[in-house]
């Protein structure tokens, strides 16, 4: 996943929403913005990278909304502005700094890849026979 398709998707995960100290969701808050802005700033308002944002924000754990969000910024070369680029990699920085952050802000790529957090588990099961 491109760096700046992580921080948004990352930064809705931790604490944009909820959950993040209330220092830290203020400094997460304004540095995720910044993303938005500068994605709706270069690319337009009504770019379908900027509804891709938007749309994600709604369902943040939809598989689907992040794929697409990967797509349409790929399609436009986001992850090579330096503009979203910098931004991106400061909510990056900003999300690391977060207790625990370091462990959300994953990139996992390839098939049959399970991520579980500190402590818990994680079971990929694949080709099982139905009973």
């Known amino acids: 996943m491109d760096p700046v398709t992580l921080?948004?998707?990352?930064?809705?995960?931790?604490?944009v929403a909820g959950g993040a100290t209330e220092v830290g969701?203020?400094?997460?808050?304004?540095?995720?913005?910044?993303?938005?802005?500068?994605?709706?700033?270069?690319?337009?308002i009504d770019s379908e990278a900027?509804?891709?944002?938007?749309?994600?924000?709604?369902?943040?754990?939809?598989a689907g909304r992040r794929e697409t969000l990967?797509?349409?910024?790929?399609?436009?070369?986001?992850?090579?502005?330096p503009e979203i680029l910098r931004?991106?990699?400061?909510?990056?920085?900003?999300?690391?700094a977060e207790p625990g952050g370091a462990q959300i802000v994953q990139q996992v790529t390839g098939s049959y890849n399970a991520v579980a957090a500190q402590g818990s588990t994680a079971t990929v099961n694949v080709n099982q026979p139905k009973d």
């Open 7 to 15: 921080a948004i998707v990352a930064a809705l995960a931790t604490g």
């Open 25 to 44: 969701k203020n400094v997460l808050v304004d540095a995720y913005e910044a993303v938005k802005a500068a994605i709706k700033n270069k690319l337009g």
């Open 50 to 62: 900027a509804k891709a944002v938007d749309a994600l924000e709604k369902k943040p754990d939809s």
């Open 70 to 81: 990967k797509e349409e910024l790929a399609a436009v070369g986001a992850d090579k502005d």
């Open 87 to 96: 931004v991106a990699e400061a909510l990056l920085e900003k999300l690391k």
